[in-house]
């Protein structure tokens, strides 16, 4: 059943669509779980000093050891370009990435990850990694696997 449901409230009973795994819309079933899952891990970057989900993502990215341009970023995550600029200018302010001007073509920067935002994304990604395993503390190592699988296959569908 739904969380924080009210269910003797007639107008917050669920309906077919959203009250049961086999009947429920499959899109909101996945959007109610990226909610749970990225509702925690927010909560597990702010107590590592990150802002959320997104700080993590584009520190592993921008400190991974290839060289990217902020579009590739903004590509290689599926961030909107301003939204990636935000993003980068926070990790900036706060010393975690710093912006190298690209040796082809001195207009283009190329963000990378300091020693310090690494340290930050080491203690992030444990706390994901915790949050993560209390999640799916129900599930064995084989539903983890294809959940996991399932949802690449999902995520990388064209």
């Given amino acids: 059943m739904l969380p924080n449901v009210d269910l003797d409230t007639p107008s917050l009973k669920p309906c077919a669509t959203v009250d049961s795994p086999f009947t429920s819309d499959l899109t909101w079933l996945m959007h109610r779980a990226v909610g749970v899952l990225t509702g925690n891990f927010d909560a ?26 902020q579009i590739e970023i903004a590509t290689t995550l599926g961030l ?36 310090e935002g690494q340290a930050v994304l080491n203690r992030a990604l444990a706390a994901r990694d915790q949050v993560v395993e209390q999640t799916l503390a129900g599930f064995g190592e084989d539903d983890v696997r294809q959940l996991r699988t399932l949802l690449w296959k999902i995520a990388t569908a064209k």
């Fill in 44 to 69: 597990a970057c702010r107590d590592s000093g990150l802002h959320d989900m997104r700080d993590t993502l584009v520190l592993a990215v921008a400190g991974d050891g290839t060289p990217r341009t």
């Fill in 80 to 115: 909107d370009k301003s939204t990636l600029m935000t993003i980068i200018d926070r990790l900036e302010k706060q010393g975690y990435v710093v912006r190298d001007a690209d040796p082809a073509n001195r207009r283009i920067r190329i963000p990378r990850t300091t020693d």
